[in-house]
């Protein structure tokens, strides 16, 4: 959730780097992403507080503590692991969702609600869903994985004052809420920029902005993250405090078991 966003490959042979020849729109898309993706490797462990600002279309405000901690990903076919604590305000404190991410598979999430004192597994069927009322999706929260689409490289250009690679990215799971997904690239840094979302209808739904960039040694980090939702009118906005990348987290922090923990 830290990074929200990137892509695709079917097979293991898909991640060998292309040489010679012209590009095809899908060869170039995949590249782009992947050069992205890599440019995030190693970073091991973060943790990181965010404040989220909920906005209706009247204008009103809802202020939201949190934490995430991340472990990275290990392995071919697996994704980074994410633990979100709300803190605030009091229908939310205790609530923590667990994430394992999956490269094309459905990702593993764990809901744990206070009220019920228990561990609620989310289906596979409800990742579209509203992730505690934000416009941000559970799908959204395991997007930036490479693998989770299929890309197609559409154009470079000028986008709000900096120039772009568009590709088209199209789901690669297929009980996602998406029909494809519009993702725009700083050729400066291979940081992802904006995600213009389309529902399975094809009209757009969202578009999440990614802004204000950080550098924590080899790795960057958006610290503010806009997400505006088009047909209701309504905005999720997450502000990251400074990321801490010597946080003492382990594998067992990222457990089922360790919901009932908290």
Same mark, same amino acid.
């Given at each position: 959730?830290?990074?929200?966003?990137?892509?695709?490959?079917?097979?293991?042979?898909?991640?060998?780097?292309? @040489?010679? #020849?012209?590009? @095809?729109?899908? %060869?170039?898309?995949?590249?782009?992403?992947?050069?992205? +993706?890599?440019? +995030?490797?190693?970073?091991?462990?973060?943790?990181? &507080?965010?404040?989220?600002?909920?906005?209706?279309?009247?204008?009103?405000?809802?202020?939201?503590?949190?934490?995430?901690?991340?472990?990275?990903?290990?392995? =071919?076919?697996?994704?980074?692991?994410?633990?979100?604590?709300?803190?605030?305000?009091? &229908?939310?404190?205790?609530?923590?969702?667990?994430?394992?991410? !999956?490269?094309?598979?459905?990702?593993?999430?764990?809901?744990?609600?206070?009220?019920?004192?228990?561990?609620?597994?989310?289906?596979?069927?409800?990742?579209?869903?509203?992730?505690? #009322?934000? %416009?941000?999706?559970?799908?959204?929260?395991?997007?930036?994985?490479?693998?989770?689409?299929?890309?197609?490289?559409?154009?470079?250009? !000028?986008? &709000?004052?900096?120039?772009?690679?568009?590709? %088209?990215?199209?789901?690669?799971?297929?009980?996602?809420?998406?029909?494809?997904?519009?993702?725009?690239?700083?050729?400066?840094?291979?940081?992802?920029?904006?995600?213009?979302?389309?529902?399975?209808?094809?009209? =757009?739904?969202?578009?999440?902005?990614?802004? &204000?960039?950080?550098?924590?040694?080899?790795?960057?980090?958006?610290?503010?993250?806009?997400?505006?939702?088009?047909? @209701? #009118?309504?905005?999720?906005?997450?502000?990251?405090?400074?990321?801490?990348?010597?946080?003492?987290?382990?594998?067992?922090?990222?457990?089922?078991?360790?919901? %009932?923990?908290?």
């Amino acid at each position: 959730m830290n990074r929200l966003m990137i892509v695709a490959c079917a097979t293991a042979l898909a991640l060998t780097p292309l @040489t010679g #020849g012209a590009q @095809t729109a899908e %060869e170039k898309g995949f590249a782009i992403a992947q050069k992205s +993706d890599l440019s +995030d490797k190693g970073f091991g462990r973060s943790s990181v &507080d965010v404040t989220m600002t909920l906005t209706n279309r009247a204008g009103a405000r809802t202020t939201r503590a949190l934490q995430i901690d991340t472990l990275e990903k290990s392995g =071919r076919g697996n994704g980074d692991r994410s633990m979100i604590q709300f803190f605030s305000p009091g &229908d939310v404190d205790g609530t923590a969702l667990l994430s394992h991410a !999956r490269v094309t598979a459905a990702d593993d999430q764990w809901l744990y609600l206070p009220s019920l004192s228990r561990v609620k597994r989310i289906s596979s069927a409800n990742k579209s869903g509203p992730f505690v #009322g934000s %416009e941000f999706s559970f799908e959204d929260l395991t997007i930036s994985e490479l693998g989770k689409f299929e890309y197609r490289y559409l154009e470079t250009r !000028r986008v &709000d004052g900096m120039e772009m690679s568009i590709l %088209e990215c199209t789901p690669a799971y297929s009980r996602s809420g998406y029909s494809r997904v519009l993702c725009h690239f700083d050729t400066k840094t291979n940081q992802p920029r904006k995600f213009v979302f389309f529902d399975r209808g094809g009209q =757009r739904l969202k578009t999440l902005t990614l802004t &204000d960039y950080k550098r924590y040694g080899s790795v960057w980090r958006a610290q503010t993250q806009t997400m505006v939702n088009h047909l @209701t #009118g309504k905005t999720t906005v997450l502000e990251f405090g400074p990321f801490d990348f010597n946080a003492r987290l382990g594998r067992n922090d990222f457990e089922p078991s360790a919901l %009932e923990r908290l």
